[in-house]
């Protein structure tokens, strides 16, 4: 981070603040009034075409901020994530720095430097809760992830990956490359300036390896207004901080360098060069943490006066008196500690089936999808005409019903439209005539091999042989053909593809702080279908409109925890204590019954021993550091702790402070 400021100290000032993640941003207006900076107004704003664009959506939002204003701003500052940041060059990134430069001197602004996001937040954490910084910052952007590992308020490691829907995947990724290099804290801290809650949720649900850390990590969430509160306080500083720059006579001459680049000349043009000024390149964080010079301070609170001349034995008195006072402003103010203690556990572990509330969510969406038919079905025409019934028989007549089917000689058969009468035969055994009618008739099946030719004789189906027909002109009109339709295979395949797809896309049900979905319980179903065509009906393409409706079952994380706490309560010894932070489980199943859930769940937890904080503080205060693992083993049966001492003298640096309000204790297990 470079931060090179040039501007002049008045009473009153604007200076804009431009936050730039990949696609989107925060302009912001400070107020500097009494070497304080106060957040006057905001204006979010999305990038409406990438970075192509970036000076006219720049310009449209600083429009509004300024027409409310009723004030023209030009002392800019650019804040950034750490991904649009070339660490080999130390610089911004070419292609988004160029993007800057044009907007800089399109709006004609007074760009002063910039500062990388994660230096802000260090800054505001710090400043917050009045001790170094231990922990993991994650900032989240679009597309891509930031990981900053500080221990006692420096950076340790820094890892910047691609992101993907898979946030825990990526995490884990990230913490398998930086483990390789040192612990990583326990402690977990999320940031985008946007709503995190899901994302917070997944983390503090995932089981992490032990691999990654030695002990559950606890995770935070910094809001929008913290992350701008940081950005605006460690700007806010180096201001207060800053010191006016001489300026060469030839102002003609005169330009600026900012952002690794000169305000209103052409890259190529030769910069100016600030002679016999020593180059400073500390990053922002270090110049504006307080503290970073507690001497200069200690005289800043002693006031200078012109003393008597004394002589004899008063001055050694006023010496003594000054070491006394000087000692004790030291032990009270500066002399500070931080203890980590790792308290012995008791592991407990049980396989139990739980009873909670639940509460039910739902959403539904719209789909619609068209695939290719795959029934076929033959359809064509029955051939028709007419045959004649010869009847042989002398003594009786026949009556052949409607249906009644006869039969050609390669098993054709024929169906008579109506009734038809046949008298008996005439003449006698040695010289008979046949009783004939004619009657039509219609094929039973279709296709073309029933139009037979004329003088085909059949048999009637049922009778004797005395009947028989014979058509004495063609049978014809007979047709197939082969057409594709709708199968109910089609329509159930279609109801499978919706609903993948609704598993994908249906949205997401809201969460609330602290629920966990019961996954197994969900369902996914149809609440509407309409489909293009009817089973059986003739088409080459089927399509459904469907809308499809998702039923999650949520439960409370705590209210899970308070139970499985009562559960294990009677198996922690005497001396040990167990709270619900220290409680995982896995759940093996969940059912449904009585308006409540059956979970069957495998829990595991570690019980801390008892000690107060009080007390432990009391035994080490101002003791050295070689009797502190004494002290904590015979007294609290506590093996291993970590120790940070800040103290400006150098003769107590063994030391532990003096009083209570300067150790800052704090618990972990084993």
Not at 102 to 121: D, N, P, R, S, T
Not at 422 to 440: E, F, L, R, W
Request: proline share 3%.
């Amino acid at each position: 981070m470079k931060i090179p400021f040039f501007s002049k100290k008045e009473q009153k000032e604007f200076y804009l603040g431009i936050f730039l993640k990949e696609d989107q941003g925060v302009l912001m207006i400070f107020l500097k009034e009494s070497d304080r900076l106060e957040l006057v107004d905001r204006e979010k704003f999305t990038y409406t075409n990438g970075w192509e664009n970036l000076t006219d959506d720049i310009d449209e939002a600083l429009y509004k901020l300024e027409k409310n204003l009723e004030s023209e701003i030009k002392k800019t500052i650019v804040f950034v994530y750490s991904h649009l940041v070339d660490e080999k060059i130390g610089d911004i990134k070419p292609v988004y720095l160029q993007k800057i430069k044009q907007l800089v001197k399109a709006l004609e602004l007074q760009a002063m430097g910039y500062v990388e996001c994660f230096e802000a937040i260090n800054f505001y954490l710090e400043k917050n809760e009045q001790i170094s910084l231990t922990a993991i910052l994650i900032e989240i952007d679009k597309t891509q992830l930031g990981i900053f590992v500080y221990k006692n308020g420096k950076i340790d490691s820094k890892k910047i990956l691609s992101r993907t829907d898979d946030i825990i995947a990526d995490l884990s990724e990230g913490f398998e490359e930086i483990k390789k290099k040192t612990i990583l804290p326990a402690r977990i801290i999320l940031y985008d300036s946007g709503n995190l809650d899901d994302t917070a949720t997944k983390i503090i649900s995932h089981r992490w390896s032990s691999d990654h850390f030695v002990q559950i990590p606890k995770v935070n969430i910094l809001s929008e207004d913290e992350v701008i509160n940081g950005l605006m306080g460690i700007f806010g500083e180096q201001i207060k901080n800053q010191t006016q720059v001489k300026k060469e006579d030839n102002k003609e001459r005169e330009k600026r360098e900012t952002l690794g680049f000169f305000l209103n000349i052409d890259v190529g043009e030769k910069p100016v060069v600030e002679e016999n000024r020593p180059k400073d390149d500390r990053p922002l964080a270090e110049k504006s943490q307080p503290g970073v010079s507690w001497k200069n301070k200690l005289v800043a609170f002693l006031p200078k006066k012109n003393l008597p001349n004394f002589s004899g034995k008063i001055f050694p008195v006023i010496g003594v008196l000054i070491i006394i006072v000087s000692f004790f402003i030291n032990e009270y103010f500066f002399h500070l500690a931080q203890l980590t203690v790792y308290l012995p556990t008791q592991k407990l572990e049980k396989t139990t089936k739980i009873e909670i509330d639940y509460r039910v969510s739902s959403a539904s969406a719209d789909f619609s999808e068209t695939i290719n038919t795959s029934g076929k079905q033959e359809v064509g025409d029955k051939a028709h005409g007419q045959v004649t019934i010869y009847n042989s028989n002398l003594s009786s007549a026949e009556t052949l019903a409607q249906k009644t089917l006869i039969v050609s000689a390669n098993n054709l058969k024929f169906v008579l439209e109506s009734e038809v009468k046949i008298a008996s035969a005439t003449g006698d055994a040695s010289s008979s005539q046949p009783a004939t009618n004619k009657v039509s008739v219609v094929a039973e099946g279709i296709g073309e091999e029933y139009n037979l030719v004329a003088n085909t004789k059949f048999t009637i189906e049922g009778k004797s042989k005395n009947l028989l027909a014979k058509n004495d002109s063609a049978l014809t009109g007979g047709s197939k053909k082969q057409i594709q339709t709708v199968a109910k295979k089609d329509q159930e395949d279609l109801k499978k593809i919706i609903l993948n797809k609704a598993k994908k896309e249906t949205p997401s049900i809201k969460a609330l702080s602290g629920e966990i979905v019961a996954a197994s319980l969900s369902r996914v179903d149809f609440s509407k279908t309409d489909f293009s065509r009817e089973l059986g009906e003739e088409s080459n393409k089927l399509s459904l409109k469907a809308t499809v409706s998702s039923t999650h079952f949520l439960y409370d994380k705590n209210s899970f925890n308070d139970k499985a706490l009562v559960l294990l309560k009677s198996e922690v010894k005497k001396e040990y204590q167990l709270e619900k932070e220290n409680i995982s489980y896995t759940i093996n199943n969940i059912d449904k019954k009585n308006n409540k859930l059956i979970m069957d769940a495998k829990i595991k937890a570690k019980a801390v021993i008892k000690v107060s904080g009080t007390e432990i503080k009391r035994a080490v205060l101002g003791k050295n550091q070689s009797k502190l693992k004494e002290i904590l083993k015979s007294q609290y049966k506590i093996d291993g702790y970590n120790l940070i001492i800040k103290e400006p003298l150098p003769l107590l640096n063994n030391y532990l402070p003096f009083f209570l309000k300067n150790i800052i204790l704090k618990n972990s297990s084993l």
